[in-house]
């Protein structure tokens, strides 16, 4: 009798187990760059990757994943002549240490997605710059020695790194085109350009172009607290408290309106003369059941012969029903 149980106990173990693979053939992992920018060798600015599973089979697919994603995954990169980057050392120190590994049970239900967002450089240490493949993979079972259930394979991105960023003659770095990754050049732009040059840039995500005719400093010095602390630093403080702010930009830590995408815009009027312009638009922001209408007023000063944004304001214009 003891001996039936061990079989049946074994049958059901590999019965299981053919089940787990039968669904998971049918489940579907990719992996793409989280935004659209340049990214840099050197540095400690991540590398984000969405990673998405979608279920495609008709059963629901249950999977185990760990608080930290070290026990749950692996990120493979490799050069164009097939070279595997090394693991980071903060990889390598958690995997080595024997503490508690949480995690949670994951539920995907037939035909719905599950995603989560990583750094790469939580997981690879990047040497030089470069051209290189990226896969993940994500283990059901966490990683454990052995592996029962073979881990799911991500496809291939490409993503390139770039040497270290160039400092401008201000000591704040350049920009540089993601599409030609040459460096951007502002043109001597009207006003009503200016703005529509910003618009367009966010409306496609081009943070680097979106940038480009802003005025940091300006823009931070309208606060009265940031002002007097800027006037309290010396330079090396001031260069990083504008490099703070530029990231708090992009994050939408401050000055969201600015930064949030419009479906579309309109320019209203434009006014200028010789050191300062004001640009109004009508911003529209499409909603699920209705489009909310806005009215920016950009002021714009004159610099070095570029026409630069150095402050803004907005008005609710009320709301549209949508088509």
Not at 107 to 113: D, K, M, N, Q
């Amino acid at each position: 009798m003891k001996n039936y149980r061990l079989l049946f106990a074994f049958l059901l173990i590999l019965f299981n187990l053919s089940f787990l693979h039968a669904v998971q053939g049918n489940v579907e992992f990719n992996i793409r760059l989280y935004d659209r920018r340049i990214y840099y060798a050197v540095g400690s600015d991540p590398v984000y990757v969405q990673i998405t599973i979608t279920n495609n089979s008709p059963l629901p697919y249950r999977f185990k994943l760990a608080d930290d994603r070290a026990f749950s995954m692996d990120i493979d990169i490799r050069t164009m002549t097939n070279r595997q980057l090394p693991q980071s050392d903060t990889l390598i120190r958690k995997r080595t240490q024997t503490n508690q590994v949480f995690f949670r049970e994951i539920t995907i239900e037939s035909r719905e997605s599950f995603s989560f967002v990583e750094d790469l450089r939580d997981f690879v240490h990047f040497e030089q710059p470069g051209s290189f493949r990226v896969r993940a993979l994500v283990y059901p079972e966490l990683i454990r020695t052995p592996q029962i259930i073979r881990p799911i394979e991500s496809n291939y991105i490409n993503i390139n790194l770039r040497p270290a960023v160039i400092p401008g003659p201000d000591g704040i770095p350049l920009e540089m085109d993601v599409a030609t990754g040459a460096v951007l050049v502002r043109q001597p732009l009207p006003p009503d350009e200016v703005v529509t040059y910003m618009l367009t840039a966010r409306q496609q995500s081009q943070w680097e172009r979106f940038f480009l005719y802003l005025d940091y400093q300006a823009m931070l010095l309208r606060d009265a607290f940031q002002s007097r602390k800027y006037h309290a630093e010396n330079e090396a403080g001031r260069l990083k408290m504008v490099e703070e702010y530029r990231r708090n930009l992009q994050n939408a830590v401050v000055d969201g309106d600015i930064a949030v995408i419009p479906t579309s815009f309109e320019i209203l009027k434009t006014e200028y003369n010789n050191t300062e312009g004001t640009v109004t638009v009508l911003q529209k922001f499409r909603m699920s059941n209705y489009t909310d209408l806005r009215q920016y007023r950009y002021l714009l000063e004159k610099k070095d012969n570029y026409w630069m944004i150095v402050n803004y304001s907005v008005q609710a214009m009320g709301t549209e029903a949508n088509d």
